[in-house]
């Protein structure tokens, strides 16, 4: 359970906050929000499972994430890192609390919003690749701007520059299973920047890999952090991984 | 219970003798499709339908084998004298399948999206498999009479639960990982189910589409007591004269025809997934 968790590296340059998670809840099980006032009456974790049977995942989160930067969430093994980067996306929906990117509440979104959201602002990278299997690389990193309906011809350049960016050039017509684990991962993370978006969520994107392949990538991501950094204004990137391997 | 029995029969004939005309009118299509059809195989001249069966086994295969088997069987099949017999059977193979194809995949998508439908259908889909098939085929031949069309519904009902079940099984077996890869990226309702989980779903969807031809094949004995025209007929014959031979050149046609329907689509099936072939480190 990530809880009470205030934002712990502040930026030197106190620049605007892209992402602010106030008080955030996540309880799963079968009636979450009657579970919520157990929770704020200060039951604890273990208490609220056996007597209740539910799980306490999040635990009053306030994060300000600032732009531009790279925030790393750390956790054991089931602290809840993963569920709370979904929370940021809306992948998984809170029990209570808010979440505001540029200002905008996420959870007040309309379907079509948070699609939209989703396509333009926020993509995401994931922890065993989670690439479409049935098409080949430059489709997979394509996938962004399909979803966009962004004409073909543009897609394909623009994700070329990704592929070659990556390190993956003279793989395009391969499908993911014939790539190694790290050259998987470099298609999610060609993916997940082909769509321009402002912020990348990776959960533990590289936790997959071996350690030598880690390094590399990290490399690469801090490379490319750099780079977008002059690119595009608002380049921010939430990294998560364990905290065995957190070396940035 | 006398009373019962006697109630349901004569409110299912007195149903019968209200809609009957009703619902004969609409299956009325699917009839004329039907006889369009198996005119057409019939009236055809022979080498030109084992030339169009043979380039589709070419495309469903790319086995020489498999296309040369598909031509023997069907020339062993015409020097017997059982042409005309198999092209009817053939005929009524492919609009069965392709009815239940296309009844039986939405379903089986629906199935997929709700588990309170899936509670429901299932049941239906058992009844469907294990019931008599004579049993049904009281209530069809009531409404319908004997024909192509009770004979027609009659092998679906039998022909269609395969396809519904591993198009079910096959869109809920989708990495939920990908699934959210895909969601995360904003992909729409439509998105996700035609870009993701029917094209992730085809080889179960294919191994029911093999199923749903298989049970229709075995049902073409059966739909022949209700008036379908076939390779069941002079099997039904052999059956109450004691016809060995007759019986068994026209089982074995059924058989051949099993065998080539089920390697083409076995093989297409498989093509699908050729992104699994030449896997890394395999």
Same mark, same amino acid.
């Given at each position: 359970? $990530?809880s ?9 340059? #106190?620049?605007?906050?892209?992402? #602010?998670?106030k ?10 929000a009657?579970?919520?006032? !157990?929770?704020?009456?200060?039951i ?7 007597q209740?049977?539910?799980?306490? #995942?999040?635990?009053?989160v ?17 602290s ?7 929370h ?9 609390g808010?979440?505001? $990117? ?16 989703r ?10 690749f989670?690439?479409?299997?049935? !098409? %080949?690389?430059v489709d997979? $990193?394509s996938?962004?701007? %399909?979803?966009?309906?962004v ?5 394909a ?8 960016? $990556?390190?993956?050039?003279g ?24 769509t321009?978006?402002e912020i ?5 994107a ?5 350690p030598?392949i880690?390094t ?6 801090l ?5 977008l950094?002059? %690119?595009?204004?608002l ?5 998560m991984? !364990?905290? #065995?391997s957190?070396?940035? | ?12 004939k007195?149903?019968?003798r209200?809609?009957g005309d ?6 009325d ?12 195989l019939?009236?055809a001249?022979?080498?030109l ?7 589709l086994?070419?495309?469903g ?17 015409g ?7 198999t ?16 009844? *039986?995949?939405?379903?089986g998508?629906?199935?997929?999206r709700?588990?309170r439908?899936?509670s429901?259908?299932t049941? &239906? ?26 004979g027609?519904?009659? &092998? ?5 639960p ?11 077996? /989708? ?10 990226? *904003? ?8 870009? &993701?989980?029917i ?12 199923q ?7 049902? /073409? ?7 379908v025209?076939?390779l069941? /007929?002079?099997?039904?014959?052999a /059956? ?5 031979a007759?019986?068994?050149l ?8 099993a ?13 699908l997934?050729?992104h ?7």
């Open positions: 359970m $990530v009470g968790c205030r934002s712990t590296w502040k930026v030197p340059m #106190a620049s605007e906050t892209k992402v #602010a998670i008080n955030l809840y996540k309880i799963f099980g079968k009636d979450p009657g579970m919520i006032n !157990h929770v704020q009456n200060g604890s974790k273990k208490e609220l499972l056996e209740y049977g539910s799980v306490l #995942a999040l635990n009053d306030n994060i300000d994430i600032p732009a531009r930067n790279i925030q790393v969430i750390m956790g054991l093994s089931g809840g890192k993963s569920t709370l980067i979904r940021v996306n809306r992948l998984i929906e809170p029990t209570s808010e979440i505001i $990117v540029d200002g905008q509440n996420v959870l007040g979104m309309s379907k079509t919003e948070l699609r939209e959201f396509r333009h602002t926020a993509s995401m990278v994931f922890q065993r989670a690439l479409l299997p049935h !098409h %080949t690389i997979n $990193v996938y962004g701007l %399909t979803v966009q309906k004409p073909k011809q543009e897609a350049e623009r994700s070329q520059q990704w592929i070659d960016r $990556v390190g993956l050039t793989y395009e017509k391969h499908f993911p299973s014939q790539l190694s684990g790290g050259m998987q991962q470099r298609v999610g993370l060609a993916r997940a920047l082909a321009d978006a990348l969520l990776m959960d533990e590289f936790s997959a890999l071996d030598l880690r590399d990538m990290q490399d690469v991501l490379g490319l952090q750099e780079e950094h002059k %690119t595009f204004s380049s921010l990137t939430i990294l991984r !364990h905290c #065995a957190v070396k940035i | 219970m006398r009373d019962l029995k006697k109630y349901i029969d004569i409110s299912f007195d149903f019968s209200t809609y009703g619902i004969e009118t609409f299956f299509p699917l009839l004329y499709f039907l006889v369009w059809f198996e005119k057409l019939i009236n001249p022979w080498p339908i084992i030339l169009v069966i043979a380039i086994a070419w495309i295969s790319r086995s020489w084998l498999v296309v040369a088997g598909t031509i023997c069987s069907f020339l062993v099949i020097y017997f004298g059982m042409w005309k017999d092209m009817s059977t053939l005929a009524i193979i492919s609009v069965s399948t392709l009815l239940c194809i296309s009844v *039986g995949i939405p379903i998508i629906l199935m997929s709700s588990d439908l899936q429901m259908v049941p &239906v889909l058992d009844v469907m498999q294990t019931i008599p098939s004579f049993v049904y085929l009281i209530p069809v031949v009531m409404l319908l009479g004997i024909g192509k069309v009770p027609l519904i009659a &092998v679906c009902i039998y022909a269609i395969p396809i519904v079940r591993l198009t079910n099984l096959g869109i809920r077996l /989708v990495d939920k990982e990908v699934l959210e890869a895909a969601e995360s990226f *904003g992909a729409s309702y439509n998105q996700k189910l035609f870009g &993701v989980q094209p992730l779903a085809l080889p179960n969807i294919f191994a029911g589409v093999n749903t031809i298989m049970m229709a094949l075995a049902m /073409v004995v059966i739909a022949s007591m209700i008036g025209k076939g069941g /007929v002079p099997v039904l014959r /059956v109450s004269n004691q016809y060995l007759l019986g068994l026209n089982g074995l046609a059924i058989v051949a025809l065998i080539i329907f089920d390697r083409i689509s076995q093989s297409f099936g498989k093509r997934q050729k699994l072939e030449s896997a890394h480190g395999v």
